[in-house]
């Protein structure tokens, strides 16, 4: 079984430019989420879609941060502008419905890492 | 304060030592209790789930929950190098979706 697909894998940006991200995930996770990691912290939840829907982005900064995932399959996460603090790995993962709190648990990409200078 | 605390570590620990992580919580809401396993540029990965109270075991690795102390552990047993990682506790609720609230990470390193 394939893993969760993203790219790029490494990005380097000036403040105030723009940046996308992508992801697949693994074939029939209906689930895709986007988290953020901050160097030293663990993740933290950015956006949930369930299929093509978001079932949470409370977390996302909507002024900056923006996230689709067409066909409810690949998912794009864009930043613009960019700011010092963005600075971290965007992991994205999937799920199967409802088995993210379970044995199965999500399965991350090993997620973009971006530094904006 | 943060949700979920966990000490950033580093650990440092001989081969075949006992490993004890922990983490400690604040809300009494969380039902579904995860520890994580990420390696160096690699995204984490699951590496035992419990619901609620008790304790599980999986070959050299066994969780416990407590919940009326809001703490869980990660013990492994017989420690390898390659057990040589950053370790995330994970938690969520019953009724909230999917969302995972981790802890910091402690970085575990295993020495030959």
């Known amino acids: 079984e394939a893993g969760v697909a993203q790219s790029p894998r490494y990005k380097i940006i000036e403040k105030r430019q723009s940046v996308a991200f992508w992801c697949n995930p693994i074939?029939?996770?209906?689930?895709l989420y986007w988290y953020q990691q901050i160097l030293g912290q663990g993740p933290k939840l950015l956006i949930q879609?369930?299929?093509?829907?978001?079932?949470?982005d409370s977390q996302l900064p909507k002024d900056r941060f923006s996230a689709e995932r067409l066909k409810g399959v690949d998912s794009t996460l864009k930043i613009q502008p960019a700011k010092l603090e963005d600075s971290a790995v965007y992991l994205c993962?999937?799920?199967?419905?409802?088995?993210?709190?379970?044995?199965?648990?999500?399965?991350f990409g090993s997620g973009t890492r971006l530094t904006v200078v | 304060q943060k949700e979920v605390e966990q000490d950033p570590g580093p650990l440092s620990v001989p081969e075949g030592a006992i490993v004890s992580l922990n983490c400690t919580y604040s809300?009494?809401?969380?039902?579904?209790f995860m520890w994580y396993r990420q390696y160096s540029r690699k995204g984490p990965e699951l590496l035992m789930y419990?619901?609620?109270?008790g304790n599980k075991e999986d070959g050299r690795f066994t969780a416990q929950v407590d919940k009326s102390s809001k703490y869980i552990s990660l013990f492994i047993r017989d420690s390898q190098p390659s057990d040589s990682a950053t370790y995330l506790c994970?938690?969520?609720?019953?009724?909230?979706?999917?969302?995972?609230?981790f802890g910091g990470g402690t970085r575990l390193m295993v020495k030959p």
């Open positions: 993962a999937s799920s199967l419905v409802g088995t993210a709190n379970s044995n199965y648990g999500y399965t």
């Open positions: 074939s029939g996770h209906a689930t």
């Open positions: 879609f369930q299929n093509n829907g978001v079932v949470d």
């Open positions: 809300n009494s809401a969380f039902q579904y």
């Open positions: 419990t619901y609620s109270s």
């Open positions: 994970a938690m969520s609720y019953s009724n909230a979706g999917n969302m995972l609230t």
